[in-house]
């Protein structure tokens, strides 16, 4: 079995390790378009403590203690002058994505998987010359994007506000999320220590806001000094970094109705991407990449893998599109709820995505499928 998986990130490392583990002797390579160091983004939040937790990658790494994991178990949630500390009702996972992503890497290369760096896919052709069995395509949100079949073409729906990702040395003990009622409009960040001395930031504001604070014409580090005005309060006179490869963007939505096409399937953000509000999009990468992997062992051949993988895959990933969108949603209202009390702020807040299925228990139920595994078959 031949398998060339495009992209390097979470989605495709986890396949990757996981694939390789219980078949090690297929052939699996792994291009990546970015250098090894290249890993855009700061911290994300991921579930449960590992070693423990299923569908957290970390429990899946032997160095996982060596990754300076923050665990956080309580939330914060300020409005002006006001703020509301309250248990998150669960533990969750900061860690550093250069961090997670390096780990997977080596553990990757332990295995004998080799990862050609600086190695981008461009067309179909490419993916086609040395005749794979299988082509995972795990290449992440392409802004500049890059679709190899018609037939898996997204629907692809952008965001109303505007958000960047940041990092801080302001180390936050709790998951924060912050309203600022500013002059120029509101702004929310989105703040949690991933590491001893490190911790995400993530701005968001109306497209409105966005304008009449002139951020479209700030230079990156203006922009950065005018956004740690802003919360000046919580920064404590901590700066605020930006990155290569990270901008003022609108949210953008990938979905599809369909997983795979003949022998090529997505996977991870490539596959269903969702909005950062719920911090789930590691999770669901690790959580596909698991259901992949079960589907290959269960079948004797990849069409009919792809096809018990996309019967099952499909409707975890609406039910994530359904509450990422619910969320993101709810942020790109905040003027509906801005004049609410911190009780009554709070409340909204919780209540976003209850009209919905739980997405956790839908986690659980198809990670425990996947995790799983019957005897190996041989897949031709
Ligand atoms: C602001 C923000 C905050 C977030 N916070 C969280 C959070 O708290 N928790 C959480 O779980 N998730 C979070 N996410 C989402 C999370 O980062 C993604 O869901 C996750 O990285 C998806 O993994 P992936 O492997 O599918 O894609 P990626 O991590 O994007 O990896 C894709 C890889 O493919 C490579 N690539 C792209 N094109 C090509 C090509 N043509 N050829 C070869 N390689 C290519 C890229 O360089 C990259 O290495 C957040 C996202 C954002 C934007």
Redesign the pocket.
Known sequence: MKILV?????????FSHQMKKLKPDWDIKI????KPQ?????????PGRAPHHPANPLSYLNDFDRLCAQYLEEFKLIHGSESNLMSTGITLC?VE?HAL?GSLQKHCKELGIPIEYS????SESELNKDNYDLVVL?????HKS?YFREALKPEIQYGKNK???YGTSKTFDYLHLIFKVDPKGVFIA?AYKFSNDMS?F?VECSEETYLNAGLDKLSDEDAATFIAQVFKDELEGHTLQGQNG?KWRN?MTLSHQKSYDQNLVL?????Q??H?SI???????VVGAQMLVKALNDHTDVPSALESFNAKVMPLMHLFRDHANISRLWFESVDDYIDLNITQLTESFDARRRPLPPLAAALAQNLSEALQREPAKTVV
């Open positions: 495009v992209g390097a990130g979470p989605a495709g490392l986890m291009i990546e378009k970015n290249e890993v855009v983004g700061w911290g994300v939040v991921l900061a994505r992503v190695s981008p896919a461009m795990s290449n992440g949100i392409n890059t958000y960047i990702w989105h995400t993530v990270l949210f996977l991870g953000d490539a596959l991407s969702g950062f911090g789930q999009g590691t999770t669901m990468a």
